[in-house]
């Protein structure tokens, strides 16, 4: 059995490959703007004066490969380009948020929405019930809060909460100010955002 692979012709892109009884029964499988290489070529090659040929390296996952003139090519715009970067700001600022803080007392507490539910919902109940201190179990283990102290500790959620979402707004409005593709690849996400560790005053 002979090997053979079919191509198109314009682009040498391998579209399938197989394997037949003869060189003549080889030939045949071309359809229509398709050629037959009478070997074995591989999909990451394509066919150059008919002989496969290594297609170059993929330089990252943003890239598709031209077949027309055999090279990779960054498809994405740049409001593509924007947009990708605003996206992981995002993600940064969502996981600044809800990755805690650590207050000047030594207290870490965590800051997604539960906690600052939970937080409000303790402060509320106290109040309700008359009780002036509460042992309030923090991200770094039992504290002894006064109700003062503990709205302390939700305000400095909230302080940083808001940073974090002014920060993101920060970086959203600089981002759409870029113009090519060098400053987008420049642009540092993890510039900008609020400290999360003995940073934060609760009274």
Same mark, same amino acid.
């Given at each position: 059995?002979?090997?053979?692979?079919?191509?198109?012709?314009?682009?040498?892109? !391998?579209?399938r490959?197989?394997?037949?009884?003869?060189?003549?029964?080889c030939?045949?499988?071309?359809?229509?703007?398709?050629?037959?290489?009478?070997?074995?070529?591989?999909?990451?090659?394509?066919?150059?004066?008919g002989?496969?040929?290594?297609?170059?390296?993929?330089?990252?996952?943003?890239?598709?490969?031209?077949?027309?003139?055999?090279?990779?090519? %960054?498809?994405?715009?740049?409001?593509?380009?924007?947009?990708?970067?605003?996206?992981?700001?995002?993600?940064?600022?969502?996981?600044?948020?809800?990755?805690?803080?650590?207050?000047?007392?030594?207290?870490?507490?965590?800051?997604?929405?539960? %906690?600052?539910?939970?937080?409000?919902?303790?402060?509320?109940?106290?109040?309700?019930?008359?009780?002036?201190? !509460?042992?309030?179990?923090?991200?770094?283990?039992?504290?002894?809060?006064?109700?003062?102290?503990?709205?302390?500790v939700?305000?400095?959620?909230?302080?940083h909460?808001?940073?974090?979402?002014?920060?993101?707004?920060?970086?959203?409005?600089?981002?759409?100010?870029?113009?090519?593709?060098?400053?987008?690849?420049?642009?540092?996400?993890?510039?900008?955002?609020?400290?999360?560790?003995?940073?934060?005053?609760?009274?």
């Amino acid at each position: 059995m002979i090997d053979f692979t079919v191509y198109k012709t314009a682009t040498g892109e !391998v579209v399938r490959s197989g394997y037949a009884g003869s060189e003549d029964e080889c030939l045949s499988q071309a359809f229509e703007g398709e050629s037959v290489y009478v070997g074995k070529a591989r999909f990451d090659q394509y066919l150059a004066d008919g002989k496969p040929v290594d297609m170059p390296s993929k330089p990252d996952e943003h890239h598709v490969f031209d077949w027309t003139h055999r090279a990779w090519l %960054d498809p994405r715009t740049m409001e593509d380009r924007r947009r990708a970067l605003r996206e992981r700001v995002t993600e940064r600022r969502w996981e600044i948020e809800t990755g805690g803080i650590t207050l000047q007392s030594g207290v870490r507490v965590l800051t997604g929405k539960p %906690d600052q539910d939970r937080i409000t919902a303790v402060i509320v109940n106290a109040d309700i019930a008359g009780i002036d201190a !509460v042992d309030f179990k923090a991200d770094s283990g039992w504290a002894r809060l006064t109700l003062d102290e503990l709205r302390g500790v939700a305000k400095a959620i909230g302080l940083h909460v808001q940073a974090c979402f002014s920060a993101e707004r920060t970086h959203h409005a600089a981002i759409d100010q870029l113009r090519t593709e060098a400053e987008t690849e420049a642009y540092d996400i993890s510039a900008g955002w609020p400290l999360t560790n003995n940073s934060i005053e609760t009274q």
